[in-house]
C-alpha cells in the first residue's frame, strides 16, 4: 500500500490511542486518496494504542 509510507502525515499531532474513526477524519482533512481511506474503514480494529499497532493492522513493518 504505497499511501502507507505517507502515514505519519496522517497520525502527526494526534495522541494515541487513537479510534480508527479518528485516524479517517484526519487523513480525510489531510486529503487522503480513496484508496487509503477505504483501506483505513477496513481495519479490523476500532483503537490502536500506538503507531507501531496501526502499522501491524495495516500489513507494514512496524
Known amino acids: ?3 502507507s509510507l ?3 502525515d496522517y497520525v502527526a499531532g494526534l ?3 487513537l479510534s480508527r474513526e479518528d ?3 484526519r487523513a480525510q482533512e489531510l ?3 480513496t484508496s487509503l481511506l477505504q483501506t483505513l ?6 483503537r490502536f494504542s500506538s503507531v507501531d499497532q496501526l502499522l501491524v ?3 507494514q513493518p512496524s
Open 41 to 46: 474503514r477496513a481495519l479490523p480494529m476500532e
Open 15 to 17: 495522541d494515541f490511542p
Open 1 to 3: 500500500m504505497a499511501d
Open 31 to 33: 486529503g487522503a486518496e
Open 23 to 25: 485516524l479517517i477524519r
Open 57 to 59: 493492522a495495516l500489513g
Open 6 to 8: 505517507q502515514l505519519p
